[in-house]
Every structure is written in structure tokens, then in C-alpha cells.
């Protein structure tokens, strides 16, 4: 079967402000009881992440949590909602600003070693080991400040990234 380009009619959001929700995940449900607890109607067609407010010059644009933040710093979003772990991960902290805490979507970042790793306390235990993370950026942080160093790229612990289930790795 040969493969096709297919042109699908976008719609036109040069009039609209372009807000970002994440497209799934944890925040996803929260984000759309928000929009429509203070009157933003609209209708998303299935596999679509653009969707025009009925009610508002506001365009929806349905994206990954942790692209939200990058898009907004470099100003190909207006707006949108992500968590703080996302801001600081994606180091836009000086590029975005945080207009509202929504109150929801806690994140909690921990440190985990198997049971079989006797005497693994706490994160300093892990000074100079192999780490795998999603969030990379924040990890060679964390470390950077345990090993007293002020470059975290500088660091002896060993730090990969690794994107899914992080507990698995």
C-alpha cells in the first residue's frame, strides 16, 4: 500500500488565542473540569488536538505535558497548564511566567533503589552510581548539589535518561 499525504483542513486560529492542555495523562481530566467550571465550551473531534472555544476567541491546542512549557517559552502557545516539574525540567523557569497555581496535579519526585540494595538510605547513598530518570535535568541538579559541585554537568554520578516505566529500569 503506498504511503499518502493528506492535507486535512486545520482550523484558522490567527484570531484566537492559543491555549495549551495537556492531551492526557494525569492532568487531563482535571484540565477539562477546570475549562468547563468556568465556561470555556468546545467540541473536540476524536484524534484532533486543536479545538475551537465556541464561546471565546480561544483555540485548545491538546498537547503533551512536558511540551507545554517549551512551547509557551518560545511563543508558539500563548498560555497553558503544565506542572512545575515541567517548567523546571525543560529549564524555562526564566522564559515562562506562572500566572496561577491551579491546585491540582501534585508531583512528587523520589529516589528508588531495588530492596537488594542493603543500606541505601537516602539519595546521597547514591552519590557516583548510575541513575535512570525521566527528568534528567532535575536529577543532575539534585546531584549536583549532594556531590557539591556547581556544574551539574560536572557530576561523577551517572545520569540516563530513560522515558516510561523508570521503576522497570
Not at 483542513?9 to 495537556?22: E, G, H, I, N, Y
Not at 486543536?50 to 512551547?71: C, E, G, Q, R
Not at 551539574?152 to 522515558?163: A, C, L
Request: with cysteine; glycine share 8%.
Amino acid at each position: 500500500m503506498a504511503n499518502s499525504f493528506i492535507n486535512a483542513s486545520l482550523p484558522d486560529t490567527s484570531d484566537r488565542m492559543l491555549f495549551a492542555v495537556p492531551k492526557k495523562g494525569r492532568l487531563y481530566d482535571q484540565c477539562l473540569g477546570l475549562l468547563s467550571s468556568i465556561g470555556i465550551e468546545f467540541n473536540r473531534k476524536p484524534r484532533h488536538d486543536i479545538a475551537l472555544v465556541t464561546n471565546m476567541p480561544i483555540a485548545l491546542v491538546f498537547l503533551p505535558a512536558a511540551d507545554i512549557a517549551t512551547y509557551v517559552a518560545k511563543g508558539n502557545i500563548d498560555i497553558g497548564i503544565t506542572g512545575l516539574d515541567i517548567i523546571r525540567e525543560s529549564q524555562t523557569e526564566n522564559d515562562v511566567a506562572e500566572l496561577l497555581r491551579l491546585g491540582f496535579g501534585k508531583c512528587k519526585l523520589q529516589v528508588q533503589a531495588p530492596l537488594s540494595h542493603q543500606g541505601v538510605a537516602s539519595a546521597e547513598d547514591l552519590v557516583g552510581k548510575r541513575i535512570v530518570t525521566s527528568f534528567i535535568n532535575l536529577t543532575k541538579q539534585r546531584f549536583a548539589e549532594l556531590e557539591g559541585v556547581s556544574d551539574p554537568e560536572k557530576i561523577k554520578t551517572q545520569v540516563r535518561f530513560v522515558s516510561g516505566s523508570v521503576e522497570a529500569a
